[in-house]
């Protein structure tokens, strides 16, 4: 697997293009940034950390998305793209990366960005517009905090720990945005995605490999329920 992680030298493409280094089955990791000293730091700098254990190459490059046969250019041979830059570019590097015949995962976008996309999120109480195609919205949320994330669905209450050595030194949201789109690449990589077209993490992502892949890394996922109060709202009823 050949991956191009755009803005790959920001705070969570830094992460991807940690984790895509230590992964099995990838072979190349292009770091594309608009600043080349910046994408050769972060090249670098993932490379010394996976040390004895990357099992990738790591190159970098300059790339403005905005130029449209630059960016095609630079997807020719690629597998997937993982673009963590901003939501605003989403749309037509997404257009390069189906002209190309590569696979495309991003951070999701703004409420007006998704729909432009094509995307159409699964139905439920607790969707949020605006998101598309990967696991950071659908499994991570909340603020910035270290050692583990919480979020609430009704009565349930999820949490997220861990970060094993491959995530040693990441906030809860570097890692919460950044191993979800490496595994959702390697899983497109890997064809254990097959749907085709625009789609939310929740309709194509096979949670068992996806979950499988994060214990991998050190991250657990607990879930637990509790029975609310209809009466006092969100008061859990003790009895």
Same mark, same amino acid.
């Given at each position: 697997?050949?991956?191009?992680?755009?803005?790959?030298?920001?705070a969570?493409?830094?992460?991807?293009?940690?984790?895509? &280094?230590?992964?099995?089955? @990838?072979?190349?990791?292009?770091?594309?940034?608009?600043?080349?000293?910046?994408?050769?730091?972060?090249?670098?700098?993932?490379?010394? =950390?996976?040390?004895?254990?990357?099992?990738?190459?790591? =190159?970098?490059?300059?790339?403005?998305?905005?130029?449209?046969?630059?960016? +095609?250019?630079?997807?020719?041979?690629?597998?997937?793209? $993982?673009? $963590?830059?901003?939501?605003?570019?989403?749309?037509?590097?997404?257009?390069?990366?189906?002209?190309?015949?590569?696979h495309? @995962?991003?951070?999701?976008?703004?409420?007006? &960005?998704?729909?432009?996309?094509?995307?159409?999120?699964?139905?439920?109480?607790? =969707?949020?517009?605006?998101?598309?195609?990967?696991?950071?919205?659908?499994?991570? =949320?909340?603020?910035?905090?270290?050692?583990?994330?919480?979020?609430?669905?009704?009565?349930?209450?999820?949490?997220?720990?861990?970060?094993?050595? +491959?995530?040693?030194?990441?906030?809860?949201?570097?890692?919460?945005?950044? @191993?979800?789109?490496? @595994?959702?690449a390697?899983?497109?990589?890997?064809?254990?995605?097959?749907?085709?077209?625009?789609?939310?993490?929740?309709?194509?992502?096979p949670?068992?490999?996806?979950?499988?892949?994060l214990?991998?890394?050190?991250? &657990?996922?607990?879930?637990?329920?509790?029975?609310?109060?209809?009466?006092?709202?969100?008061?859990?009823?003790?009895?």
């Open positions: 697997m050949r991956a191009l992680v755009l803005g790959g030298a920001g969570i493409g830094r992460w991807v293009v940690r984790d895509l &280094t230590e992964s099995d089955g @990838v072979e190349e990791v292009a770091v594309a940034d608009l600043d080349l000293g910046r994408a050769l730091e972060a090249a670098g700098w993932a490379a010394v =950390r996976a040390g004895a254990h990357g099992t990738a190459s790591v =190159r970098a490059l300059a790339l403005d998305a905005a130029h449209g046969a630059a960016l +095609r250019q630079a997807i020719e041979r690629i597998d997937v793209v $993982c673009n $963590c830059a901003g939501h605003a570019t989403n749309l037509r590097v997404m257009q390069a990366c189906a002209d190309a015949g590569s495309y @995962v991003d951070l999701g976008g703004l409420f007006h &960005t998704t729909p432009r996309s094509g995307v159409q999120p699964a139905a439920g109480p607790h =969707r949020r517009r605006g998101h598309p195609r990967h696991g950071y919205w659908a499994h991570w =949320r909340g603020g910035r905090r270290r050692g583990g994330r919480r979020r609430r669905a009704g009565g349930g209450r999820g949490r997220v720990r861990g970060a094993g050595a +491959r995530g040693a030194g990441a906030s809860a949201i570097e890692l919460g945005a950044s @191993v979800p789109a490496s @595994v959702a390697q899983l497109l990589a890997s064809k254990l995605i097959v749907e085709r077209g625009v789609l939310p993490p929740e309709l194509a992502i949670p068992g490999p996806y979950f499988q892949e214990a991998r890394r050190g991250i &657990t996922v607990s879930l637990t329920t509790r029975r609310l109060d209809p009466i006092n709202g969100n008061r859990p009823n003790d009895r």
